[in-house]
């Protein structure tokens, strides 16, 4: 059935109900087309970024989302106020609530999506199921039926056959939703299943699908106008999931035939027509190992991923939606429509995979792109962030923190850009899952499109695996961690010194480094390698010594935060930092994080005009070596500080004497603590 068309008036005012990276790139695209933009923001979010970025923006109330995004009355009362014509939700939130479109309706505002009973016939899972039964669209075998007894649900499921999927008839993400293997496991599970649904959705019942063992999870984009036209924006596969929810999406999918292409486009606009949708609709199927799809729910909003789409058709997905909102024709037919190349999108959530993938919270201390330091065109590599440097991570909202997106001519070349993209990537301050997306891309399944919903549960040995660091990468951070300080000192820079720290001076450096979570533990110190460094002359490479081995090694800034790091004659293309003590170094391969210590006998970064002496690291005093008061000559040993189980003796930086101690021996200290004061000779 084919919606009537209305008679939308244009708007000038977009309000963008939503948060985060999808609310600042809305507004990208409305700023673009001329329109006036307004954020709406909880007390949370109130120096957000997309607050920030909006012509105008309001408060709706608390934190809580149920108390300020989700909010109907106070987003309506919003637009009242800012004269806003139309509302985008975003994806999230509102953005699926039928209720909330009548509300805006009754309100004279537009909704930027489809109307109220399109988004009710998708809602409930079961009707829509029957629905797409009766246009023709494949299902996967199963029962949707309303008979909702225990025991027929048991006798529907041995008809199928095991294994089956329980699912929340009107859920999604995950929630009331498992897998069923045997007869004798099905009531457990039944129960469990209406308990999550009852809680997450105020409904426990329950639909029953075949389980495929191992299907890919493809959808189509589709776009239908108030005008009768409906078309679609081909393929993605997203395979590539952690509980239920999408880490990795590309468009196209890999080894989609023509044929199967145009036969699953064509069923996702008959399920778009079947129930009268208008704008931005995403038709999700599961692929089977022979080409067999079956239709499992369609999202009626813009997808989180639609950016890989816009990637491979030159299309602006949210352009079209707004320009459908106003009443207009779809901007182009289905044999207008093609495909160009091949796109990626990596989500990159505030959360540790190494704790089993539990969010994160923090500030940002630094969130940045570095594209010239990786080698990368502008025009090859989008990220879509609702953040900056400087922002808080809270613990309110969904964990994404952006989204990379990247185009290549071919699949190979995308991955090879991705792979770049990722380790150009410098997020500090708060926990990530970038390097997990490193390992998922760099995955030689992945890299071989070995794709389906269970990916990283088939690969979870391999993906968390513990690798062992390799005597060149000890090399290579001993040697990035002096000149990353360097930089940072800069007019106390230990390169403009005459001491040993100067790297044209043959004094010997001794460096510590160790995993960052052993960097704590005494009792660990077996797990330190020191790398020992001499170099005689300012042109001649170092020598880095460790564990009987010695290499020449020598470093070349690049672009950005990149370098050039060659050991014996190996060069590699490094993006290079260090983060508080911890050097980072990341290939498009893989990340290397080390903690660093230097462990010398020689000033800690004091210059020799200075009449104080601190602690180059946290630590205990062994030793004072000097009574207080004596006259001691430079270089001469003062006292010694043990950490990591190794002993470091500090020296005097000049002539002088020591005037007075500020700790004695068994006492701790802190890093950068003033450990003496000391009287240079004039």
């Not at 963008?16 to 007390?43: F, K, Q």
């Not at 010194?497 to 010997?508: K, W």
């Amino acid at each position: 059935m084919s919606p009537t068309p209305p008679s939308t008036p244009r708007f000038d005012t977009l309000l963008v109900a939503n948060r985060g990276e999808i609310a600042c790139r809305v507004m990208r695209t409305a700023r673009r087309m001329g329109l006036r933009t307004v954020a709406v923001y909880s007390d949370a979010d109130a120096n957000a970024r997309h607050v920030r970025e909006a012509d105008e923006a309001v408060r709706l109330g608390p934190a809580a989302a149920r108390e300020s995004y989700l909010n109907v009355d106070a987003v309506i009362e919003a637009a009242r106020r800012t004269g806003a014509g139309a509302i985008h939700p975003g994806y999230g939130f509102l953005s699926e609530n039928g209720a909330f479109v009548e509300a805006l309706e009754a309100a004279g505002i537009v909704f930027v999506g489809p109307p109220a009973p399109a988004i009710a016939a998708m809602g409930d899972k079961s009707a829509a199921k029957a629905r797409m039964q009766d246009a023709g669209v494949p299902l996967v075998p199963g029962y949707h039926g309303e008979g909702q007894d225990d025991a027929l649900l048991r006798e529907e499921a041995g008809r199928i056959g095991y294994p089956v999927l329980l699912k929340a008839s009107a859920g999604g993400g995950g929630k009331g939703m498992r897998v069923v293997e045997s007869d004798d496991t099905f009531q457990a599970a039944l129960d469990g299943c209406r308990r999550e649904s009852k809680a997450a959705f105020g409904d426990d019942r329950m639909l029953i699908e075949k389980y495929l063992v191992q299907p890919r999870h493809v959808e189509v984009q589709v776009f239908c106008d108030s005008h009768g036209n409906g078309v679609y924006l081909f393929e993605r596969d997203c395979s590539v999931q952690r509980r239920h929810q999408k880490v990795l999406e590309e468009a196209p999918a890999p080894g989609m035939t023509e044929a199967l292409r145009r036969e699953m486009g064509e069923a996702a606009v008959r399920a778009a027509r079947e129930i009268g949708y208008v704008g931005a609709g995403t038709v999700e199927f599961l692929l089977d190992a022979d080409g067999a799809f079956y239709f499992m729910e369609m999202n009626t909003r813009l997808q989180v991923e639609h950016p890989v789409t816009e990637m491979i058709t030159g299309q602006d997905l949210v352009e079209w939606q707004l320009r459908v909102a106003m009443g207009e024709r779809l901007p182009l037919a289905q044999d207008e429509l093609t495909i160009g190349g091949h796109s990626f999108e990596a989500r990159l959530y505030a959360e540790d995979p190494e704790q089993d993938f539990l969010p994160a919270t923090g500030t940002l201390s630094r969130f940045a792109l570095d594209l010239a330091g990786a080698g990368l065109e502008a025009d090859k590599v989008r990220l879509d962030s609702g953040v900056e440097s400087g922002d808080a991570v809270s613990m309110h909202y969904d964990p994404m923190l952006a989204k990379l997106i990247v185009h290549g001519d071919d699949r190979a070349q995308a991955l090879a850009t991705l792979n770049r993209a990722l380790a150009a990537l410098d997020v500090r301050g708060v926990v990530t899952n970038r390097a997990f997306l490193q390992r998922l891309t760099g995955h030689p399944a992945f890299r071989a499109a070995e794709l389906d919903t269970r990916f990283i549960e088939r690969h979870e040995a391999t993906l968390f695996a513990e690798r062992e660091t390799a005597p060149e990468e000890y090399a290579a951070a001993a040697l990035i961690g002096l000149h990353q300080l360097a930089r940072e000192c800069e007019s106390d820079s230990p390169w403009d010194r005459h001491d040993g720290f100067r790297l044209n001076a043959p004094h010997t450096i001794r460096i510590a480094l160790c995993a960052p979570e052993h960097a704590a533990d005494e009792d660990d110190a077996e797990s330190v390698t020191v790398v020992e460094g001499r170099r005689e002359r300012e042109s001649a490479p170092w020598q880095l010594s460790l564990d009987g081995r010695t290499f020449a090694a020598t470093l070349e800034p690049l672009e950005g935060d990149a370098v050039a790091v060659t050991i014996d004659g190996h060069r590699r293309r490094l993006q290079a930092r260090r983060d508080d003590n911890v050097v980072v170094m990341v290939d498009p391969m893989r990340e290397t994080r080390l903690y660093w210590r230097r462990i010398d006998a020689i000033d800690h970064g004091q210059r020799e005009t200075e009449s104080t002496l601190t602690a180059p690291m946290h630590g205990t005093v062994v030793a004072l070596l000097v009574e207080t008061g004596a006259r001691v000559e430079k270089g001469m040993p003062l006292m010694v500080m043990e950490a990591m189980k190794m002993e470091h003796t500090l020296a005097a930086p000049a002539d002088g004497h020591v005037e007075r101690f500020h700790f004695a021996a068994g006492d701790t200290v802190g890093q950068g603590d003033v450990l003496l004061e000391f009287a240079p000779e004039e």
